[in-house]
Structure formats: C-alpha cells, structure tokens
Nanobody
Framework: VQLQASGGGPVQAGGSLRLSCAAS????????AGWFRQAPGKEREFVAS????????LYADSVKGRFVISRDNGRNAVYLKMNSLRLEDTAVYFC?????????????????WGQGTQVTVSS
C-alpha cells in the first residue's frame, strides 16, 4: 500500500485548504484512515479519523468544527477540508491507513503512512 498526500501549501489565517490522499492497493476501502500532523519541534498529533465506510468520524478537539474528513472509496482517496485555518495549524500533514475498520486516535496502530504535505498558515 502506498499513500500520496497532496494539497498543502501557504495560506492566510482564516483561509481554507483541502488535502487529498491517494491510496494504492486493493483493500483501502476496508480500513479506517486518518490524518495526523507534526509541527516543528513537536510530536506528531492526531487530527482526524474516518471509518472504512465513512459513517463514523473522529476529530481532535483543536480542529473540531473547522476540519472535515471524508473519503471516496471508489477513488481510493481520503480528504481533509480545513477551514478557518489558524497559525497553530502550521505543520506537515500525513495521511495514514489503519489495519482495522473503525476510527482511532492512536497513530501507532496505523500501519501505512504517506509522505506528508506541508501546510503553512500566515497572518
């Protein structure tokens, strides 16, 4: 399985971005997926997770109400729409595929990771 994240870039505070993650492999639609981020000097943190069907989602408190995770299993893709971006959202964003179907916060349980896409929010 390979995951390719894209859609990052510079954006002003208050703006929006949509990240995409394209997955290769036949079983992507059977597993949960998630987005994580890592800011300079900080540990990787959970952002959002989505179940295999897309029926269940889970968000970090810091992004709840601003970010929306979604997926298109027909396209083997997962997305992260980020609205009302803040300076503290600046980070490298990674998509990941879990080895089970339900939403989950623990990044150590995700077994496939994309290469990351940089999001830089400026004032």
């Amino acid at each position: 399985v390979q995951l390719q994240a894209s859609g990052g870039g510079p954006v002003q505070a208050g703006g929006s971005l949509r990240l995409s993650c394209a997955a290769s492999g036949p079983s992507f639609s059977s597993y949960a997926a998630g987005w994580f981020r890592q800011a300079p000097g900080k540990e990787r943190e959970f952002v959002a997770s989505i179940s295999w069907s897309g029926d269940y989602t889970l968000y970090a408190d810091s992004v709840k109400g601003r970010f929306v995770i979604s997926r298109d299993n027909g396209r083997n893709a997962v997305y992260l729409k980020m609205n009302s971006l803040r300076l503290e959202d600046t980070a490298v964003y990674f998509c990941a595929q879990d080895h089970q179907s339900g939403v989950r916060v623990d990044g150590t349980q995700y077994n496939y990771w994309g290469q990351g896409t940089q999001v830089t929010v400026s004032s």
